[in-house]
């Protein structure tokens, strides 16, 4: 291991990524076991329909401020960065409610009060998303990683001095907690910003618009980690009973905690991190069947201790079936597969590449996702996601040898 790599990672940025990440499922378990089945259902729609807006509005402008900031800190200012995604997380409140407001009307009705509420949680979180890419590309790590376990500490404190108060509804409770910690995170990660570079918190709407126009590449990328990574979510709670996507989101927690691996690492690697790309390079130059034999084996192990967990903390009624659990299980581990080997083009300069992979995977995982679930239910929904990863990491090696 690069002794550089080794410095960074002792310095606490993937421990503490992980630890928060490890807080953030324990406290997911608790306040599903909370809300119950149906309820819970109902939170995670509005959780990934903000999540896919905020992904899809914000981060081709982070990914492009955090590429350009590794190789040049003055090719864009602070001030554009802060104020440019003030202005989407806007967009990203008004879009979230709209969607929910037609989903609302449409499918299952959803509380007023949980619609403001999810309006205020869209903003700060989307500026909690950007502000955080900010940290990472000037180098913070420490302290993004501290806003990190921060965040999910003061959500637990919250969310549990409203339960000992028994005066708000436990989903009220939840949101409002999430709004308390992301405006503590958002207000301490702008300060340290503009602390670390000294930089002016005047706007400037040439570079604001320089900005925007230098993202438009990468937003397609952004676009497409963050719909396919949540597509089976939609296609669950548009074609099957909402009580369903929540007992999918609670059973496939413990396995979604281990994306914290690869989206930090990769992270990192676009942050211009050169020893963290080789240790992806390294991950992923493994033979194809060494590859295939420890991802079947991994993905079993985790299929019986996610379902055993799930079955301890929660109950038999949370449990969603063995082959559903163990699909998301091998889907997990290509997606982060597939990750990594995005970012390693992405700072390696293969933007056409990158943005033909994006553009394939928003079209193939909707397809192969809706057509599974129509044609073989739960389990639908990670088998065609696999699937899609696969192709697509076929086609980013024939490209690269085609270009060579």
């Not at 999540?51 to 090719?75: D, E």
């Not at 130059?285 to 420890?294: M, P, T």
Request: glycine fraction near 6%; proline fraction near 2%; hydrophobic fraction near 55%.
């Amino acid at each position: 291991m690069p002794q550089e790599m080794a410095k960074k990672i002792k310095g606490g940025y993937l421990f503490t990524r992980g630890f928060s990440a490890f807080l953030a499922l324990a406290f997911s378990l608790y306040y599903s076991k909370n809300l119950g089945i149906e309820k819970r259902s109902l939170v995670t729609l509005i959780l990934v329909v903000v999540v896919i807006v905020i992904i899809t509005l914000t981060s081709g402008v982070g990914l492009t401020f955090r590429k350009y900031t590794a190789s040049n800190p003055n090719f864009f200012s602070l001030s554009a960065y802060v104020y440019t995604n003030l202005i989407l997380s806007f967009f990203v409140s008004i879009f979230s409610i709209g969607i929910l407001l037609a989903y609302s009307s449409s499918r299952v009705t959803i509380p007023t009060t949980l619609l403001y509420l999810a309006a205020i949680y869209a903003f700060l979180g989307a500026l909690d998303f950007a502000f955080h890419q900010g940290l990472i590309a000037y180098g913070m790590l420490k302290v993004a990683s501290i806003l990190d376990l921060l965040t999910i500490m003061i959500q637990i404190s919250v969310f549990f001095l409203f339960s000992l108060a028994n005066q708000v509804s436990i989903a009220a409770s939840l949101f409002t907690s999430l709004i308390i910690s992301y405006v503590t995170s958002v207000v301490s990660s702008v300060l340290a910003l503009v602390v670390h570079t000294n930089a002016s918190i005047i706007p400037s709407w040439k570079e604001i618009r320089l900005l925007i126009s230098a993202s438009r590449p990468f937003h397609i990328v952004g676009i497409a980690n963050g719909f396919a990574d949540r597509i089976d979510r939609i296609a669950i709670a548009w074609f099957l009973p909402l009580g369903v996507l929540g007992k999918f989101a609670v059973g496939t927690s413990i396995l979604s905690y281990l994306r914290f691996i690869p989206e930090a690492i990769s992270r990192l690697i676009v942050g211009g991190h050169s020893n963290f790309q080789l240790l992806a390079s390294r991950l992923i130059g493994k033979s194809w069947l060494n590859r295939l034999f420890i991802a079947l084996n991994l993905s079993l192990t985790l299929t019986l201790v996610s379902q055993a967990m799930i079955w301890l903390t929660l109950g038999r009624q949370w449990l969603v079936p063995f082959t559903v659990v163990f699909g998301f299980s091998i889907q997990e581990l290509i997606r982060g597969y597939f990750q990594l080997r995005l970012s390693e083009l992405v700072a390696d300069g293969q933007e056409k590449i990158v943005t033909r992979l994006s553009i394939c995977l928003i079209v193939t995982s909707t397809i192969m996702c809706l057509i599974g679930v129509n044609l073989f239910g739960l389990v639908g929904a990670p088998l065609g996601l696999a699937l899609t990863y696969l192709l697509l990491i076929f086609f980013s090696y024939k490209n690269i040898a085609k270009v060579a």
